[in-house]
C-alpha cells in the first residue's frame, strides 16, 4: 500500500505565501516523479510543477516566477513554495507521486486527498 499525504493549504490574502507538504509513504520501490496539481470550482484539474527523479523541474506558464517546487528524497517529500499569490490561485491542491512499489509492479500514479488553498481578502 501507498499513502500520499498533503498539509499546508489554507486561507491567505493576494500577495501572501504558502508551504505546501507531500509525503508518501508505504510500499515504495523507485519514485520518478512526484507533482502538484491543481482543480478549480468548475475547472479540469490541470498540473501546476513537476519535479523527476533526475532533477529536472517543470511548471505551468501560470505560476512560473512565483511557485518553487523541491523534494527531499530521503524523506520522500515534495513541497510548493507558492508566493505572490492571487485569487486565481484558489483551488484544491492535489500532490501526485509516479512511482513503482515493488520490482515486479509497473509504475503508476498515486494521489493525495487534497488540501484547499484559498487566496482572498
Known amino acids: 500500500q501507498v499513502q500520499v499525504v498533503e498539509s499546508g493549504g489554507g486561507l491567505v490574502q493576494p500577495g501572501g505565501s504558502l508551504r505546501l507538504s507531500c509525503a508518501v509513504s508505504g510500499s515504495i520501490f523507485s519514485i520518478n516523479a512526484m507533482g502538484w496539481y491543481r482543480q478549480a470550482p468548475g475547472k479540469q484539474r490541470e498540473a501546476v510543477a513537476g519535479i523527476f527523479s533526475s532533477g529536472s523541474k517543470n511548471y505551468v506558464d501560470s505560476v512560473k516566477g512565483r511557485f518553487t517546487i523541491s523534494r527531499d528524497s530521503a524523506k520522500n517529500s515534495v513541497y510548493l513554495e507558492m508566493n505572490s499569490l492571487k485569487p486565481e490561485d484558489t483551488a484544491v491542491y492535489y500532490c501526485?507521486?509516479?512511482?513503482?512499489?515493488?520490482?515486479?509492479?509497473?509504475?503508476?500514479?498515486?494521489w493525495g486527498q487534497g488540501t484547499q488553498v484559498t487566496v482572498s481578502l
Open positions: 501526485n507521486a509516479h512511482l513503482q512499489s515493488s520490482r515486479w509492479e509497473s509504475s503508476r500514479n498515486y
